[in-house]
């Protein structure tokens, strides 16, 4: 009778650790699932309208890179040289199920130089540093109504904060980009998950 009863308590005291998991699995599960485990990244603008610079938009989703290298475009690149683009986590679910960009879509662009023009793998451009600004668009139809609903931001020497750029960049997107306003042509990780293909 107490064998019985001392197996009994192991039993369950083997089975405890399980059960605990279990409950703590499904209350985490419905935070994790909605996006990979990541914080929902969120837009933060000031009073006057600025911009909060977003953080580890490295940490994003990469969805492509060019390069406007200086030996092709007469040493002043646009936006020297290599740029390399970022959507933030909600946004690329929300790509991937519907082939459009959420409302609050955030896309960073980052600028590194080339650093050598030979490798092992060959030749071509190879990246060197990181170099000025990061650019950062953000989709928001009621901000931003007037220009398609993007919003264009520029942080450079580790501003905090940016006021929203000039006309410029809403006029080039608006007359060149294939889709939404965003280089859709270029970026081929959106366009391989998009339901839309
Ligand atoms: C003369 C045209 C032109 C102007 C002006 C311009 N862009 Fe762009 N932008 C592009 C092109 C083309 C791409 C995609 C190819 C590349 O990266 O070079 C792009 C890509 C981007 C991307 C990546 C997401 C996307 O839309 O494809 C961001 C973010 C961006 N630009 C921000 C800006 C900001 C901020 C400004 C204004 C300060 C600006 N751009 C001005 C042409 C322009």
Not at 30 to 45: E, L, Y
Not at 131 to 143: E, H, I, L, N
Request: net charge positive; proline share 5%.
């Amino acid at each position: 009778m107490l064998d019985h009863l001392i197996l009994q308590k192991t039993r369950l005291a083997r089975l405890a650790p399980l059960v605990l998991s279990a409950l703590l699995i499904t209350q985490v599960a419905p935070v994790a699932a909605s996006d990979h485990g990541h914080h929902k990244v969120q837009a933060k603008f000031n009073q006057a309208g600025e911009l909060a610079r977003p953080a580890n938009i490295k940490e994003w989703i990469s969805i492509g890179a060019s390069v406007t290298p200086k030996d092709m475009n007469n040493g002043k690149p646009a936006f020297p040289e290599f740029h390399y683009v970022y959507l933030d986590h909600a946004s690329w679910s929300h790509w991937k199920k519907t082939g459009e960009f959420r409302e609050g879509a955030m896309i960073a662009k980052e600028l590194v130089s080339v650093g050598s023009k030979s490798s092992a793998s060959g030749s071509g451009y190879f990246a060197g540093d990181y170099v000025g600004p990061v650019a950062v668009s953000v989709k928001d139809s009621k901000r931003f109504a007037k220009s398609n609903n993007w919003g264009y931001f520029v942080f450079g020497d580790d501003k905090a904060l940016s006021a929203p750029a000039d006309e410029s960049c809403v006029a080039c997107h608006k007359a060149n980009a294939a889709q939404d306003m965003v280089f859709t042509q270029y970026w081929a990780p959106l366009r391989a998950v998009s339901p839309k293909k």
